[in-house]
C-alpha cells in the first residue's frame, strides 16, 4: 500500500462543477502539499496545509490531521484546470501520491 | 515562472552513458532538491543540498550523484544509464531546510535513453 493515496486516478469534468480530490496518507507528516502539474509537465505548488484550510482564487485546501486525510476543491471549474492535481507529504523528505488527472470539458 | 532553472530541457543518449543535469535555484534559496518522475514510479525525492552539503538522501541511486557549488547551482550526474533511467528529473528549491518552507519547482529536464 502506498504511503500517500489519491483518488479518483481520473476525473473528468463539465465546467462549472464543484471539484473534489481526496488525499490519504498513512505516515507522520510536518506538511502537506497540493501541486499542479500541467501537460507541458512543470510543477507548480498551489498550498502548503499543517492544519485547517486555505483559499487561493477558485481553490481550497483542507487537511484533517487525526483523520490523516486532505482534500482540493475546486469551484466553478474550468477547462483552463485541465492538470494533473499532486497531493505531497513532508515525513520530513517529500513523498508523492500518483496523481489525479483532472480534464474539465467546456 | 518559478525563478528556478534547469537544462538541458531535453537530452536524448544512450544506454551506459553519462549525463549532467543542471540546476539554478531561486535567487536567495539555499536549499536545493532533485525529484525523479518516471512512468512506472511517479514522483520520487532523490536528494536535498543546503548551501553546499548534503542534507537527505532518498531513492537515489549509486550510479547517480550530485552537488551544489559556492554559486548554489546544482548537477545531478547519472552514470551508466539503462532504458529505465529515462524520466522527467525536477529540481526545486527553497530557503531554507525547514519542512514548512514552500519548495519551488523548475521545469523539468526530460531524458530519454535508447
Known amino acids: 500500500k502506498n504511503e500517500v493515496e489519491q483518488s479518483p486516478q481520473n476525473l473528468t469534468a463539465q465546467e462549472g462543477e464543484f471539484i473534489t480530490i481526496n488525499c490519504s496518507y498513512s505516515v507522520g507528516i510536518s506538511a502537506l502539499h497540493w501541486l499542479q502539474q500541467h501537460p507541458g509537465g512543470g510543477i507548480v505548488s498551489l498550498f502548503m496545509l499543517s492544519s485547517g484550510k486555505k483559499k487561493h482564487g477558485r481553490l481550497i485546501a483542507t487537511i484533517n490531521i487525526q483523520e490523516k486525510h486532505s482534500s482540493l476543491h475546486i469551484t466553478a471549474s474550468h477547462p483552463r484546470d485541465s492538470a494533473v492535481y499532486i497531493c505531497a507529504v513532508r515525513s520530513p523528505d517529500m513523498r508523492f501520491g500518483a496523481g489525479t488527472r483532472l480534464t474539465v470539458k467546456p | 515562472d518559478s525563478g528556478v532553472t534547469q537544462t538541458p530541457k531535453h537530452l536524448i543518449t544512450a544506454t551506459g552513458q553519462r549525463v549532467t543535469l543542471r540546476c539554478s535555484p531561486r535567487?536567495?534559496?539555499?536549499?536545493v532538491y532533485w525529484y525523479q518522475q518516471s512512468l512506472d514510479q511517479g514522483l520520487q525525492f532523490l536528494i536535498q543540498?543546503?548551501?553546499?552539503?548534503?542534507?537527505a538522501k532518498g531513492n537515489i541511486l549509486e550510479r547517480f550523484s550530485a552537488q551544489q557549488f559556492p554559486d548554489l547551482h546544482s548537477e545531478l550526474n547519472l552514470s551508466s544509464l539503462e532504458l529505465g533511467d529515462s524520466a522527467l528529473y525536477f529540481c526545486?528549491?527553497?530557503?531554507?531546510?525547514?519542512?514548512?518552507?514552500?519548495?519551488?519547482f523548475g521545469p523539468g529536464t526530460r531524458l530519454t535513453v535508447l
Open positions: 543540498y543546503y548551501n553546499g552539503e548534503e542534507r
Open positions: 526545486a528549491s527553497s530557503t531554507g531546510t525547514s519542512e514548512y518552507n514552500e519548495q519551488f
Open positions: 535567487s536567495g534559496d539555499l536549499s
